[in-house]
């Protein structure tokens, strides 16, 4: 269970540690559609995880496509960093963890330049069993939000 009395790095701690495994994904991307499917958190050595997703991804007008995404998580202790799947390993952003309120959510936030667009990310960390990651984009190209929604799957 994430205690809400922890410091913030304890907590970042004890999040990364309930990542591994698998979760339900649904997300909403405003201007295209939903995708729901299947994310996995697998750890490579104690300060990493690979992040996979699969599902389908269906839009407004009802087309429909298969959808997959990698990642690479890494904790230092006090942060969580996320990278793009590629060699070198870049950076897509990091998030530090802080509690809302005694009882509330943690969140965190960050963000990370494409070219001439902004994306702006949000963590919200109500249990160790969901979370949720929105990513607002606004640029001259790009304009639209991802609402992605975690729910653990028991084991």
Known sequence: MLNHT???DN???QFFSVLPGDWQLR???SNFGTFEGMARFTPSNPSTLRYSEKGILTGHVGQQFHAYKEYVYTCDGTS???YFDETPLRLFHSITLLPTSADGPWQGAASHLCGQDVYLTYYTITSP?????QHHVRGPKKSFQIVSEYVKVAM
């Open 11 to 13: 907590f970042v701690t």
């Open 129 to 133: 069993h969901a979370f949720t990651i």
């Open 80 to 82: 969580i960093f996320v």
């Open 6 to 8: 922890s410091t913030t």
């Open 27 to 29: 997300r909403d991307v």
